[in-house]
């Protein structure tokens, strides 16, 4: 199993930026897939991005040319640089991985986007 934790969330005014990222930890050689999903209060989460071992990436549209997804596969990481922040990119984000069969989570960190 995989053990993620993320860092790097916090407030930021609209058109700010932040950087998330996640460190994955545990019995695992290689990791498939990681990547970000996020949840605003009273909606579904959904998918924000993702990026395979071989730097395929993801995006959900409302994202695209906002923010970048990055992986390390030798230090287990991913970053999410978010440019151009919105108020409707308030959630919390949660760091993903799907290895060994498995998909994994960690435990979110708060993005909030206000003036």
């Known amino acids: 199993q995989v053990q993620l934790v993320e860092s790097g969330g916090g407030l930021v005014q609209p058109g700010g930026s932040l950087r998330l990222s996640c460190a994955a930890s545990g019995r695992i050689f290689r990791i498939n897939t990681m990547g970000w999903y996020r949840q605003a209060p009273g909606q579904q989460r959904e998918l924000v991005a993702t990026?395979?071992?071989?730097?395929?990436?993801n995006y959900v549209e409302s994202v695209k040319g906002r923010f970048t997804i990055s992986r390390d596969n030798a230090k287990k990481t991913v970053d999410l640089q978010m440019n151009s922040l919105k108020p409707e990119d308030t959630a919390v984000y949660y760091c993903?991985?799907?290895?060994?069969?498995?998909?994994?989570w960690g435990q979110g960190t708060q993005v909030t986007v206000s003036s």
């Open positions: 993903y991985a799907y290895a060994l069969g498995l998909h994994s």
């Open positions: 990026i395979t071992s071989s730097s395929s990436t």
